[in-house]
């Protein structure tokens, strides 16, 4: 089975720059793999450091020491020094990532946000929003509102339009930051089904699910961030 993720040794601290330069540990040696077809959960109490395991492994906060690995076209990238293109060229073709939150341009409509990923991709513009409506269709959003911003929408829209962003490309490993925080148990059981789908298509999957029932529907294995703390070293 391919291995399309590999965390290795990897340490990461925050430098309040405000208090003193005072340093904050949040993960130390971290280590893990996410296999094609597998679906990991990060789990352990809040404020453990899941959130920042994410954002580390999507390029958003730099890494103290250690690789995050993936397999990027023919190549292997590691994303603790890949330059910032390179992590845009991964992001585009290789990595996605389901905020709990929605961050959109004003005034693009709900069906252009969706098909955006597809677009930047050279998908013709027809194909895309085909795909982005039958995704939008599949997570009960109202016609209605696809033709519209999604700035006013309810924060359970909002991240509906969100998951099918997030959805419709088909990269090798999808990060999901509690993609059902806001979700409806119908929609909830939707997006079990979108997991599983992306599961049986290979995908590499890596979550936080606070939500019982999602976990238990879709973990493979869930991977206690506790190890990781240096808190746990410190008591
Ligand atoms: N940008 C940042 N600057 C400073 N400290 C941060 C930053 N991001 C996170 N932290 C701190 O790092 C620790 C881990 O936060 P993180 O959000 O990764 O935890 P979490 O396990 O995802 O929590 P939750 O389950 O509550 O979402 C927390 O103590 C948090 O305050």
Redesign the pocket.
């Given at each position: 089975m391919a291995t399309p993720l590999v965390v290795a040794e990897v340490f990461k601290s925050?430098i309040?720059h405000l208090r003193e330069g005072i340093r904050?540990p949040?993960v130390n040696d971290v280590n893990f793999s996410v296999a094609s077809g597998e679906c990991v959960v990060l789990g352990?109490?809040?404020?453990?450091?899941?959130?920042?395991?994410l954002k580390m492994l999507y390029g958003n906060?730099a890494v103290d020491a250690g690789q995050i690995l993936v397999a990027h076209r023919d190549k292997i990238v590691n994303i603790a020094n890949a330059d910032p293109r390179t992590v845009l060229d991964v992001r585009r073709h290789t990595m996605g990532y389901v905020s709990q939150f929605l961050r959109t341009v004003p005034r693009v409509c709900t069906l252009d946000v969706v098909a955006e990923p597809l677009l930047a991709r050279g998908l013709e513009t027809g194909e895309a929003r085909e795909e982005a409506s039958a995704l939008l269709s599949q997570l009960n959003l109202p016609r209605e509102l696809w033709g519209l911003p999604p700035a006013t929408f309810s924060g359970g829209e909002q991240q509906r339009v969100n998951i099918a962003r997030g959805f419709i490309t088909d990269h090798s490993i999808l990060l999901l930051d509690e993609p059902t925080a806001s979700l409806d148990a119908r929609n909830r059981r939707v997006v079990i089904e979108m997991i599983t789908e992306k599961k049986r298509n290979g995908v590499a999957l890596l979550g936080?699910f606070?939500d019982e029932e999602v976990r238990e529907a879709v973990a493979d294995r869930v991977l206690d961030?506790m190890q990781f703390s240096p808190r746990k070293a410190a008591a």
């Open positions: 925050f309040m904050l949040v352990g109490p809040s404020g453990i450091g899941k959130s920042s395991i906060y936080i606070h961030v």
